[in-house]
């Protein structure tokens, strides 16, 4: 019943002419693989590149998506940028809570959980990010930092927001590592994660809600990770950045390719 969904998150790649040759590709060779509503697929390019990017997917089924944005509408916020102002470039979905930006950029639970309520608001899908490290994973915490991660980004998400809500689960040591999660790793942890949306969301909720997993994605691992009940489609880094790798993944997630 769950439409998969494919993200192809760029993160700090590509020029606008750059971004434009990859879309052009994209939407060109995706028109047949996306057909009849299958799957779901979108990009994230950088926000320099969102504008003309949604201009060239204009009648395309691709859709565009913001890497992140803040909770905010409008107001002294330097470097910000407001969720409607995602839409008003044309955007979709935005992505919230990446681990890189946990990581690096001082990302809160409770952060997210308003970037998300905020999102929503504004008209877009938001997808938001959890996972462990792999320090967490070594001394047994995945299901209590993927709990954690959890609480924070529904703190405001209501079982009528499933639709436009989707869990991604990233293990921070398989992103951009080559070390991916094995098919039957993430699926114990997607099983989880449909469990605590259930609690909170009731189980209509959660059996609509799309989780992607996301963490050295490829082509070559797609299928089998695509296979498994809880995991409802990808979000994609290194291998979004190639047309051929991101649309191989599309396939993979699709399934009868
Ligand atoms: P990689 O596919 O490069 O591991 O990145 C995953 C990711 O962080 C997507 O958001």
């Known amino acids: 019943m769950r439409t998969p969904f494919v993200v192809g998150n760029w ?31 979108g990009v994230a390019p950088p926000f320099t590149a969102l504008w003309p990017v949604a201009r060239r997917l204009d009648d395309a089924s691709v859709m565009v998506c913001g890497q992140d944005c803040f909770w905010e509408e409008r107001g002294a916020w330097t470097g910000e940028i407001a969720p ?12 919230i809570g990446h681990s890189e930006r946990r990581q690096h950029f001082g990302e809160t639970d409770a952060g997210v959980g308003k970037k998300v309520k905020a999102a929503l608001a504004a008209g877009l899908g938001a997808i938001a990010c959890v996972g462990e490290t792999d320090a ?6 995945t299901t209590a930092v993927v709990d954690r991660h959890l609480e924070g980004a529904l703190a405001h998400v209501t079982a009528a927001d499933a639709a ?5 689960y990233e293990p921070v040591w398989a992103i ?5 999660a094995t098919p039957a790793q ?3 942890v997607h099983a989880h994660i449909r469990k605590r949306l259930g609690e909170k969301l ?3 909720a959660a059996a609509a809600i799309r989780i992607q997993y996301g963490g050295s994605v490829k082509a070559n691992n797609a299928v089998a990770l695509m296979g498994q009940a809880d995991i409802d489609g990808a979000l994609v880094g290194g ?19």
Do not use: P, Y
Request: proline share 0%; hydrophobic share 50%; glycine share 8%.
């Open 239 to 257: 291998a979004s950045l190639e047309a051929a790798d991101f649309i191989a993944i599309v396939r993979a997630a699709r399934g009868n390719s």
């Open 176 to 180: 951009g590592t080559g070390r991916t």
């Open 11 to 41: 993160k700090l790649h590509k020029t606008i002419a750059e971004s434009l040759a990859l879309v052009t590709e994209l939407k060109n060779q995706l028109a047949a693989v996306a057909a009849g509503k299958r799957v779901e697929v």
């Open 202 to 204: 009731g189980a209509e």
């Open 164 to 168: 436009r809500f989707v869990v991604a």
């Open 84 to 95: 409607s102002m995602l839409v008003d470039v044309g955007c979709r979905w935005v992505i």
């Open 186 to 188: 993430a699926q114990e």
């Open 136 to 141: 967490e994973r070594d001394a047994g915490s």
